[in-house]
């Protein structure tokens, strides 16, 4: 009868451990070990170096639209380096750095980006890179079921962004998560853009983490630019996952810094003073700080490291170059691959025919 | 008034839609500040208000439902997807309510909207961003589908549509967006729906196509005059319902047919009219009506599309099999 409050949700943690000026809060800085601290920093800078040459590529019309990080290295290395090689990870469309982690080559993306359908190779425990918003949350949530029916000790991570938030697959993945309590983690890189979109005109609540409160599970808002942060929320997420079969949502507050893809013009909607803000929280000057104070390297090093990606990139776009030219030279019936695992024989005709119409007009485009 | 783009043409159509009825709004995702992706609505922003010209969260499905609530309640809503392939993620509203409310309520409750997606590969874009699938939309009792393929249509099509009483998903060939400028008046032109236009005359055979595969199909038959073959060419404009008339009268006196679509072959708009001229003209028919389309697959992976697309040659080649017969 009375009018009383039944639920008090639980509270919203805001987690940050190394600030934008490379200061450390020593009360809360994890016990990384330092192969890990520089496997870290190789990444996160491998990442912003791809992503550079990427970008050079498509000004220069060798690959075709590409979506960069810039700016979220943090956010998806250190949450996607918390996995095991057994742990599932299910990206959406801008997770280069984690996919480069998990086993995808510069020359996979590259072919992707190309246009190529060869560029879709998908180590074990990996989806592919998902276009359809927040649509691969709800496929996390059935790996995540299946493991936990074969009683297989495995975590799923899925990534998607702030805009993601608003589509109802994610509302149904995250719905789900929590009523069959399953080992999956969330992780939101909320970039503060859905291209033209600002995150508070995505949602009226205050933060993304709060959202998994409905739904019955935890739910953490991190510094996405701090490594150290990251990595502290999603070792406890899989954690989770992993011993008491619960989900967990990560918000990591981050910023792209580029464009949304390069056929998108950031000037139309955001001030140059905005992003110039953004930069002074760039993810990897802070962690070099971090990396030079603590002795585990010196500016040699981060110089050696980055020469040493730029040759393997060098290297990497020669070498998919010359995939590219073979893949040109390989007859292009091979546009009817793999459509089914059962052909059907309609499909099988308009194969030969268009075999036939090759060969008559001596292969070339018709 | 000077020459203009077909994506300038659908501009223009909505910004003089909006300035004649205060009821038409536009809304979607990047419509506003951004003036939507391919800029179909700029300037819209500024000059209507964002109360008319609504930035929404990324939400197709979303966007959709909260159109069929807007009809419901005297606005005119004109949602954008910004890619076909986004629509899918809407398709249960467009197919539950859209294209049923006026069914459902016999009358009651009609639902003029018209749902803008930019389709079609031949573009570079990566995967779903290149898709054509107006057969989901003419299968669908309850909507028209129309697909213009000059700015001049573009423009004339896009009034019509915003003016029809039904739901309109207006298909938008983004290959030929910028391709090439027509001259339109300055006066507002609208053009029915659910006519075709004869836009070359012929003796010999009857192509029929639409949207992106226009220029494809015209190129085919300019190819073919060179050999002293006389194409008749027909915009459909409207896929659904199909200008049998025009279509009937035209393939009568040619004795011949070919449709062209990109979209997929198996169940594609080409089977349709090629059962249309069947049933109504088959003793007419000189030979099989023939079709030149997109294979049954998804569009390929951006650097081998244009395999997959119908090209002029092939246009011509088929059109020279249906003549030896």
Same mark, same amino acid.
């Given at each position: 009868?009375?009018?009383?409050?039944?639920?008090?949700?639980?509270?919203?943690?805001?987690?940050?451990?190394?600030?934008?000026?490379?200061?450390?809060?020593?009360?809360?800085?994890?016990?990384?070990?330092?192969?890990?601290?520089?496997?870290?920093?190789?990444?996160?800078?491998?990442?912003?170096?791809?992503?550079?040459?990427?970008?050079?590529?498509?000004?220069?019309?060798?690959?075709?639209?590409?979506?960069?990080?810039?700016?979220?290295?943090?956010?998806?290395?250190?949450?996607?380096?918390?996995?095991?090689?057994?742990?599932?990870?299910?990206?959406?469309?801008?997770?280069?750095?984690?996919?480069?982690?998990?086993?995808?080559?510069?020359?996979?993306?590259?072919?992707?980006?190309?246009?190529?359908?060869?560029?879709?190779?998908?180590?074990?425990?990996?989806?592919?890179?998902?276009?359809?918003?927040?649509?691969?949350?709800?496929?996390?949530?059935?790996?995540?079921?299946?493991?936990?029916?074969?009683?297989?000790?495995?975590?799923?991570?899925?990534?998607?962004?702030?805009?993601?938030?608003?589509?109802?697959?994610?509302?149904?993945?995250?719905?789900?998560?929590?009523?069959?309590?399953?080992?999956?983690?969330?992780?939101?890189?909320?970039?503060?853009?859905?291209?033209?979109?600002?995150?508070?005109?995505?949602?009226?609540?205050?933060?993304?983490?709060?959202?998994?409160?409905?739904?019955?599970?935890?739910?953490?808002?991190?510094?996405?630019?701090?490594?150290?942060?990251?990595?502290?929320?999603?070792?406890?997420?899989?954690?989770?996952?992993?011993?008491?079969?619960?989900?967990?949502?990560?918000?990591?507050?981050?910023?792209?810094?580029?464009?949304?893809?390069?056929?998108?013009?950031?000037?139309?909607?955001?001030?140059?003073?905005?992003?110039?803000?953004?930069?002074?929280?760039?993810?990897?000057?802070?962690?070099?700080?971090?990396?030079?104070?603590?002795?585990?390297?010196?500016?040699?090093?981060?110089?050696?490291?980055?020469?040493?990606?730029?040759?393997?990139?060098?290297?990497?776009?020669?070498?998919?170059?010359?995939?590219?030219?073979?893949?040109?030279?390989?007859?292009?019936?091979?546009?009817?691959?793999?459509?089914?695992?059962?052909?059907?024989?309609?499909?099988?005709?308009?194969?030969?025919?268009?075999?036939?119409?090759?060969?008559?007009?001596?292969?070339?485009?018709? | 008034?000077?020459?203009?783009?077909?994506?300038?043409?659908?501009?223009?159509?909505?910004?003089?839609?909006?300035?004649?009825?205060?009821?038409?709004?536009?809304?979607?995702?990047?419509?506003?500040?951004?003036?939507?992706?391919?800029?179909?609505?700029?300037?819209?922003?500024?000059?209507?208000?964002?109360?008319?010209?609504?930035?929404?969260?990324?939400?197709?499905?979303?966007?959709?439902?909260?159109?069929?609530?807007?009809?419901?309640?005297?606005?005119?809503?004109?949602?954008?997807?910004?890619?076909?392939?986004?629509?899918?993620?809407?398709?249960?509203?467009?197919?539950?309510?859209?294209?049923?409310?006026?069914?459902?309520?016999?009358?009651?409750?009609?639902?003029?909207?018209?749902?803008?997606?930019?389709?079609?590969?031949?573009?570079?874009?990566?995967?779903?961003?290149?898709?054509?699938?107006?057969?989901?939309?003419?299968?669908?009792?309850?909507?028209?589908?129309?697909? !213009?393929?000059?700015?001049?249509? +573009? *423009?004339?099509?896009?009034?019509?549509?915003? #003016?029809?009483?039904? $739901? /309109?998903?207006?298909?938008?060939?983004?290959?030929?967006?910028?391709?090439?400028?027509?001259?339109?008046?300055?006066?507002?032109?609208?053009?029915?729906?659910?006519?075709?236009?004869?836009?070359?005359?012929?003796?010999?055979?009857?192509?029929?196509?639409?949207?992106?595969?226009?220029?494809?199909?015209?190129?085919?038959?300019?190819?073919?005059?060179?050999?002293?073959?006389?194409?008749?060419?027909?915009?459909?404009?409207?896929?659904?319902?199909?200008?049998?008339?025009?279509?009937?009268?035209?393939?009568?006196?040619?004795?011949?047919?070919?449709?062209?679509?990109?979209?997929?072959?198996?169940?594609? !708009?080409?089977?349709?009219?090629? +059962? *249309?001229?069947?049933?109504?003209?088959?003793? #007419?028919?000189?030979? $099989? /009506?023939?079709?030149?389309?997109?294979?049954?697959?998804?569009?390929?992976?951006?650097?081998?599309?244009?395999?997959?697309?119908?090209?002029?040659?092939?246009?011509?080649?088929?059109?020279?099999?249906?003549?030896?017969?």
């Amino acid at each position: 009868m009375p009018r009383r409050i039944i639920e008090r949700p639980r509270g919203i943690e805001y987690l940050s451990i190394l600030d934008e000026k490379g200061r450390v809060d020593k009360k809360l800085e994890p016990d990384i070990p330092e192969e890990t601290l520089k496997a870290i920093h190789r990444l996160m800078v491998f990442a912003r170096l791809f992503d550079e040459r990427t970008l050079q590529l498509q000004r220069q019309g060798r690959i075709g639209t590409f979506a960069p990080i810039k700016g979220q290295e943090a956010a998806q290395v250190a949450s996607v380096l918390r996995l095991r090689e057994q742990d599932w990870f299910v990206p959406s469309f801008r997770e280069t750095a984690a996919q480069i982690h998990r086993g995808l080559t510069p020359q996979d993306v590259w072919l992707f980006y190309a246009g190529y359908r060869e560029g879709v190779r998908v180590p074990e425990h990996d989806l592919p890179l998902c276009v359809p918003v927040g649509s691969q949350c709800q496929h996390a949530v059935g790996i995540a079921y299946a493991s936990k029916l074969k009683k297989r000790d495995e975590v799923t991570m899925v990534f998607h962004g702030d805009g993601a938030t608003s589509e109802g697959d994610f509302h149904e993945a995250m719905n789900f998560a929590g009523v069959f309590h399953l080992p999956v983690v969330f992780v939101c890189q909320n970039n503060q853009w859905a291209i033209s979109l600002p995150r508070e005109r995505q949602t009226a609540s205050k933060t993304i983490a709060q959202k998994a409160i409905a739904y019955g599970f935890g739910g953490i808002q991190v510094d996405g630019n701090d490594p150290l942060a990251v990595w502290v929320a999603a070792g406890e997420a899989v954690e989770r996952a992993r011993s008491e079969s619960e989900p967990t949502l990560i918000e990591c507050v981050t910023y792209r810094l580029a464009v949304h893809t390069t056929a998108d013009d950031p000037k139309r909607y955001r001030s140059d003073e905005e992003v110039k803000e953004w930069e002074k929280k760039d993810p990897i000057p802070r962690f070099e700080k971090y990396l030079k104070a603590k002795g585990v390297m010196s500016d040699k090093d981060f110089a050696a490291v980055r020469e040493e990606i730029r040759e393997e990139l060098k290297t990497a776009w020669k070498e998919t170059e010359q995939v590219i030219r073979e893949l040109e030279a390989t007859r292009p019936d091979v546009i009817f691959d793999a459509i089914h695992a059962e052909t059907p024989p309609e499909l099988a005709e308009q194969r030969a025919y268009f075999l036939r119409r090759l060969e008559r007009e001596g292969g070339r485009h018709a | 008034m000077p020459e203009i783009t077909l994506i300038e043409g659908v501009n223009l159509a909505l910004k003089e839609k909006m300035a004649e009825n205060e009821n038409v709004v536009v809304l979607g995702q990047d419509v506003g500040l951004d003036g939507g992706i391919f800029r179909a609505t700029i300037g819209l922003i500024e000059e209507f208000g964002a109360d008319r010209v609504i930035d929404t969260p990324l939400a197709e499905a979303g966007i959709i439902g909260m159109a069929v609530g807007m009809a419901m309640n005297g606005l005119i809503p004109i949602p954008e997807m910004q890619f076909s392939g986004f629509s899918y993620t809407a398709f249960h509203q467009i197919e539950n309510h859209v294209a049923r409310y006026h069914w459902r309520t016999r009358g009651q409750i009609p639902m003029p909207m018209v749902i803008r997606m930019p389709y079609g590969a031949g573009v570079r874009a990566f995967e779903l961003h290149s898709e054509s699938r107006e057969a989901y939309w003419a299968h669908t009792p309850g909507l028209k589908v129309v697909i !213009p393929s000059t700015p001049r249509k +573009a *423009r004339a099509l896009l009034r019509a549509a915003i #003016e029809h009483p039904d $739901p /309109v998903v207006f298909y938008e060939p983004k290959a030929i967006y910028r391709a090439f400028r027509e001259n339109v008046s300055d006066e507002p032109e609208t053009m029915e729906i659910g006519k075709a236009e004869v836009v070359r005359e012929g003796r010999h055979i009857t192509m029929i196509a639409y949207g992106a595969m226009m220029p494809r199909t015209l190129e085919a038959a300019r190819m073919l005059a060179d050999e002293g073959i006389e194409a008749e060419v027909i915009d459909l404009m409207t896929v659904s319902p199909l200008d049998e008339e025009t279509i009937i009268e035209s393939v009568r006196r040619t004795g011949r047919a070919l449709v062209v679509h990109e979209a997929p072959r198996s169940f594609g !708009p080409a089977a349709e009219i090629i +059962a *249309r001229l069947n049933d109504k003209i088959f003793f #007419e028919l000189e030979a $099989p /009506v023939a079709r030149v389309t997109g294979y049954d697959m998804p569009p390929p992976f951006f650097a081998r599309e244009q395999w997959f697309l119908p090209s002029p040659t092939r246009i011509a080649d088929e059109a020279r099999e249906t003549l030896k017969l």
